[in-house]
Structures are given as structure tokens and as C-alpha cells.
């Protein structure tokens, strides 16, 4: 048994202040009752109540903190907390999958991470996870070590019994690290300069009453006719602005982005004022998605995200988990066959039959109507500047049309399909949870049909269709699905693993 272990006093303020972050928008509501002139005492009530909530914030963030210890003992993590009533939680070795780390900026000063257990099975219950706030990295190294060298030793078969197993220092091997480069192109191919102006737009919606939106519009327009020349560069100077608070957000989010391979872990490390890192075992792979933008696509550039079984229902992000957020296609395959060495990653598709290409540009066509009509009404005769969506619209459905396509190898299904994006979805066949087809009355007509396939991931799965298949490819595809049934037709690799080394 270890001794028992406060967490680091830093964890009290961050107790505090995450309990003033839940209270912000009572406590604004406060601020704003006493905009007035003062003219008693009374008068001032709103911010007694809110000192005192600071107050009363801080010493329980203290009691929180005095209250929670952790310990290690016969092969458990052992946590006792609370702040009026006492829980204790004994976390097996066994169970823990990994340990993510975090360095927020109250930790990096002080040389701490914050630990987040996760456990197997975690994604459906909140307690069966434990997070310690603030620890010494020295501490949380000890800490993993342990874990580590105890679940290594439940495995390992004909280990004498009291003789002390000397554990060697893990290999690890960098497979991938984003340069500044990597990291302004993915910013500028994002969208993220659009997204700030809409986020600023939207924010400034909320001041209607305060800002005269009509007579700003009217200046701006009379400005536009006064000079084109001088309002194409303020106009491509918002965008310059915009793109670089763009590069900048994702400096903050992705600098130093590296992935390992950790024996049988891999471990992404990422973040310039908040450092994380996140260990995924690579037994809780259940799929591997490419996701290429409009914008990457002609360029050869895509991304890969991980579908991860378990996870945390904290933490948004760690079924999906971004392996690779920008890099050439080409380059994937290598680090990939190091990670992942039965998948098949060039493999020949079989399309969608050419009856179904009306189908997608009528279903993409009727929809633009559905916007284009209230919109022309509301806004005529500016809304008629809307009938653009119809084009625009037959050309999505050719294009997704022209992108969908199915491939099943002996042992892998891969889905390939557009929203917008292009997407590629490789999944085994023994971690694929359900896979299914659908025929609605009009596909019935044209012989087609939906094939939808779910793998695990966080809760509810990750679902993947592909629209108006044929009917005969999608029972192919049950086919090769059951286990009982005669596998009529598979898709052979493009290239072994050999030639992809070199691709």
C-alpha cells in the first residue's frame, strides 16, 4: 500500500474557478441588475451577493481539495472525495486503459499534468473514470509506470512467484510531428478565417438594440459606391485579420502536435498554451476515417480520425480522436501500415449504378427548393438570388454520385461516400456492430437501396450509409457480413503492404 497523496494546493483555485465558470451567467445577471445610479446601500446588494459567492467559491474549492486523497493499493487506484458526503472508488489495474494527460496553463508553471483515468467501459458510466487535477509529472510518470508494470505482470505466464520483474524502458517511435508549416496550411484550408467572421458576426447580432444596424448598412453601401478599389482592400484586410486570428487558434490547439507509437499504445501529445496528451490503446480501434475537404481535396492533402471503443463522455473528443489533422494522402500509408498493419488501404471500389445518378440530383435539387422558396418569398426580390442553390445543387448530387462506392476484402469493409466532404471509412469485419440495408418505395422502383454499417464509438456507435446502391451489391454485402453465408464477391487489395511503403 502507498502513502495516502493530496493533490497539489494549485487544485483548490482550480476548484474555485471552475464552480465561478459554471455561476458566470447568474453572476453577469447580477452585474446588470445594478446599472443604475446608486442611492443606497441597498443599492450596492448585487455585488455583497456576489463577493460573498467568490467567498464561499474559494473555501470550498479548499474543502474539495482537502478532502480528496488517492492511494495505491492491493492492484486498485484508490480514491476517496467528497465534499458533504464521502465516496471512495477502487479503480483494478486491469480496468485502466490508459492515462491522458493535460497541462493547462495554471499547470505548466508549476510542472503539473492533470491525469484522466479511463477505464474500460467508461463511455456508459460517468463513475467509473477518475481524473486527479493536479499532480508533479514526476508523480503521474510513477504513477503510469506502475499501472503499467502491474497489468504486464497479470499477463506474463510462468513468472516465478516473488521474483521482482525488472520492466524496460518502453521503446517509443515518433511516427508523425506537424511542422509551422503543416500547421498554417491546415489553418488556411479549414475554413477557419469564415468561421471567425461568422462568430463575430453572430456576436455582434446579439446587440440589435444598441447598434443601428440599418444606417451602418446604408454607410456601408454609399461607401461601396464611393469606391470600389478602397473596399476590396478593407474588405481583403478583414479576411487578412481573420485568417491570422485563424492561425492563431489553431497554433493554440495543434502546436507541437506529435504522434508516438508506444508499444501497443499510441500516444498524440498537442497544444501550445494547454498541453495534452491522450494514450489510445490500439485494441480500442474499431475504425479508421479519411476526411477530405473541398478545399484539401484538389491538393492531395486529407485527414485521419480514429474511431475509438470507450473513451470518456467528459471529454468530446476522445472516442473520434484526430490522428493525423492534415497531411498528403500519399504519406498516410506508411505511418498507418506502422500502427495498423492488417488494413488495406488501396483497394479497388465498385460504384453506384448509373440509374442512380437522377436520384441523387433530384433529392439534392427538391431540397434547395425547399430552402429557396421562403427565402424568395421573404426576400423578393433579393431572394431570387437564391436560385443559384439549383445548380449548385445538381452538381453536389453528380458529385456524390461520382464519389460513392463500397469494398470488401475478406476481413475489411470500406465505405466511400460525400457530403460535402469526401470521406473514407475502413473497418474491420469483427468490429463492425451492425450492418444493414434499406429500400424506400422510390428506390424499390430503380432497384437500389441505403446501406448503412455502425461500428462502436462513444455511446451510440459511428454510422456510415451510402444511398442508392444496387439492391444486388447490398446483398453482396450481407453476404460477406454473415457468417454463415457464401461470400460471392471480394475486393482484392490495389497494393500490398511492401509496395505502399514506397507509395
Request: charged share 25%.
Amino acid at each position: 500500500m502507498s502513502e495516502e497523496k493530496r493533490l497539489h494546493p494549485i487544485t483548490a483555485v482550480m476548484n474555485a474557478l471552475k464552480t465561478l465558470k459554471e455561476a458566470f451567467i447568474p453572476i453577469v445577471i447580477l452585474v446588470f441588475l445594478n446599472r443604475g445610479e446608486a442611492e443606497s446601500i441597498l443599492d450596492y446588494l448585487p455585488f455583497f451577493i456576489m463577493g460573498g459567492m467568490i467567498i464561499l467559491f474559494i473555501f470550498l474549492g479548499v474543502i474539495k481539495w482537502w478532502r480528496f486523497k488517492y492511494w495505491i493499493e492491493e492492484g486498485e487506484l484508490r480514491i476517496e472525495q467528497g465534499l458533504f458526503v464521502k465516496k471512495k472508488r477502487y479503480i483494478p489495474f486491469e480496468r485502466i486503459q490508459s492515462l491522458n494527460y493535460t497541462e493547462g496553463v495554471l499547470h505548466r508553471p508549476l510542472k503539473l499534468v492533470k491525469i484522466k483515468v479511463e477505464t474500460a467501459g467508461s463511455s456508459s458510466n460517468l463513475d467509473s473514470e477518475a481524473e486527479l487535477t493536479a499532480i508533479t509529472k514526476p508523480e503521474a510518470d510513477e504513477l503510469n509506470r506502475i499501472i503499467s508494470a502491474a497489468k504486464k505482470k497479470l499477463k506474463e505466464e510462468g513468472t516465478v512467484e516473488g521474483e521482482e520483474v525488472v520492466e524496460p524502458q518502453p521503446e517509443e517511435h515518433i511516427l508523425y510531428k506537424m511542422s509551422p508549416k503543416d500547421l498554417i496550411v491546415m489553418a488556411t484550408t479549414s475554413g477557419g478565417a469564415g468561421v471567425v467572421i461568422g462568430g463575430i458576426l453572430i456576436f455582434l447580432s446579439q446587440f440589435g438594440e444598441v447598434i443601428p444596424y440599418e444606417a451602418v448598412f446604408t454607410e456601408l453601401v454609399e461607401f461601396v459606391e464611393a469606391g470600389f478599389l478602397l473596399a476590396g482592400m478593407i474588405a481583403v484586410l478583414v479576411f487578412f485579420i481573420a485568417w491570422l486570428i485563424a492561425v492563431g487558434l489553431t497554433f493554440l490547439r495543434y502546436a507541437h502536435f506529435t504522434v508516438k507509437l508506444v508499444e501497443k499504445d499510441i500516444v498524440i501529445t498537442r497544444g501550445l498554451l494547454e498541453k495534452k496528451q491522450t494514450t489510445v490503446p490500439l485494441k480500442r480501434i474499431q475504425g479508421i476515417t479519411f476526411d477530405q475537404n473541398v478545399m484539401r481535396e484538389p491538393f492531395g492533402y486529407t485527414s485521419v480520425t480514429i474511431e475509438s471503443a470507450g473513451g470518456s463522455v467528459l471529454e468530446k473528443d476522445s472516442n473520434a480522436i484526430r490522428l493525423l489533422p492534415m497531411i498528403r494522402e500519399k504519406e498516410t500509408y506508411a505511418i498507418l501500415n506502422r500502427i495498423l498493419p492488417d488494413y488495406h488501404w488501396k483497394t479497388e471500389f465498385t460504384g453506384v449504378p448509373k440509374r442512380a445518378l437522377k436520384r441523387y440530383i433530384f433529392w439534392k435539387m427538391l431540397f434547395s427548393l425547399v430552402i429557396i422558396g421562403p427565402v424568395t418569398y421573404f426576400f423578393f426580390p433579393l431572394g431570387l438570388l437564391s436560385l443559384i442553390l439549383i445548380p449548385l445543387a445538381a452538381i453536389l448530387g453528380w458529385w456524390q454520385y461520382k464519389t460513392a462506392g463500397w469494398s470488401a476484402s475478406r476481413d475489411q469493409l470500406t465505405l466511400k461516400f460525400r457530403g460535402i466532404s469526401k470521406q473514407i471509412v475502413y473497418m474491420k469485419k469483427k468490429r463492425i456492430q451492425s450492418l444493414e440495408w434499406t429500400q424506400t418505395y422510390f428506390q424499390r422502383r430503380g432497384d437500389v437501396a441505403t446501406i448503412h454499417s455502425t461500428i462502436k464509438s462513444y455511446t451510440s456507435g459511428s454510422h456510415s450509409s451510402i444511398p442508392h446502391i444496387s439492391k444486388e451489391d447490398a446483398e453482396l454485402m450481407m453476404d460477406w457480413y454473415s457468417p454463415e453465408a457464401e461470400v460471392k464477391k471480394v475486393h482484392e487489395p490495389l497494393m500490398n503492404e511492401t509496395e505502399l511503403e514506397g507509395y
